[in-house]
Each structure stands twice: as C-alpha cells, then as structure tokens.
C-alpha cells in the first residue's frame, strides 16, 4: 500500500511538473488545497514568531511554483516518502531559516522601529531617518543600505529607492507595471518586506560601522 501511494504521487507530481514547466501555475492549486491547512499547522507549532507565518508558508508555497522542487520528487530515482512527507520536509527547512533570522534580527528590529511608514502613502526621503537625510553621513549609509539590498534582492531595492524618492505604492505600482495591492505588499510585509529587508541593511551597516542615531544628529 505504502509503495502504491509514493507511485501515485510520483504520477501527481509529474503531471504538476508538467503544467509548471508549461507556465499553468494553476495546476498546482489541488495540491495547495489539500495540503496548506497541514503545512500552516505544521509551522505554526514550530516558528518561533507567530507573526512570520503567513509570509513563511505563501514563501513556501511561492517557491513552490518555480517547479525544482516539484520536478525533483517528480524524476527521483530513490523516492522513499509520499510527496506530502517530502514537501513538509522541505517546509521544515524554511521553518529553520525563518527562525535563524529571527534570532540574528530581531535586535535589529527593536532599534529600527523609529523608520516606519504611513498606512496610505510612502514618506518622503526626510521622513526616512526622522529628517536626517540631509547630511552627508545619512545619505552615505542610504547608499551603502541600497547597494546592499540590490545585491541580495534588486526588486526590492528597486521600491525602496522610489520609497526614498517619495513615491507612493499606486505611483511604484505604475511605474513597475504591477498591481497596487501587490506593491504594497511586497513593499510592507512585517518581515520580509522590502522596507524591512531595507532596514536590516541599514542597521547592519550601522553597527558594523559602530554609528548611532547620535551620531547622526551630531553631523
């Protein structure tokens, strides 16, 4: 029976592979609604912030549908668990790394809660370091926090830079030809928006500098 099961979801995930190779995003949709309430619960019991959930499991899930992981079950050739055990397992590993950052940022977070950003509208660039963008030291760090994010996300340094610019999310959402909701989103989200991502940047950049708000002021 068992061996039956691993042969079925062989046949599953193959035809998933397929449509995702395809460009059919949607054929992975029966798999998302038979498996998300298990994969939430699932990591829910093991993060260590319960904030950082839904960004983890809609991550997952989001990556999922690049097909490799899929793909990978799919064409295995020593296949020993059923696809839902070997997609929990792969959560797992992202429920790991979620908490691996939380624990190294979440100082980071406390210090950089004083860079927040209105519901509606994005701040213009004096609003960014409570008005300290005018220096010459604060504008150092921006550059050097940007140059930063855009090699490890360059999407993400893309809204920050308009961010910085003042743009709001309808004008970012014109200008890179998304939706709004879906700008904000990726711009906002608590803990791996591009704000927050921008933010662990500066921080980090602060402190291994060993620079402080004071010592902004005092430029």
Known sequence: MFADKIDSDIAIAKKICEGLRSGEKECLGELVTACNELFINFARRRLLKSDILEDVVQSFWEEMLNGRTICAYAHGSKNTATLQTYLIGVLHRRVIDANRKTSRYEEMHRAGE??????????????VLAGLTSNNLARRLLHQALLKLSEESPQDATLVRMYLEGLDHRQMATRMGKRVDAVKKQFTRKNTGSLAKFKRALKHLMQSQGITYEDINEK
Do not use: K, M, S, V
């Not at 004083?114 to 609003?127: F, G, K, R, S, V």
């Open 114 to 127: 004083n860079l927040q950003e209105t519901p509606d509208q994005a701040p213009t660039p004096h609003n």
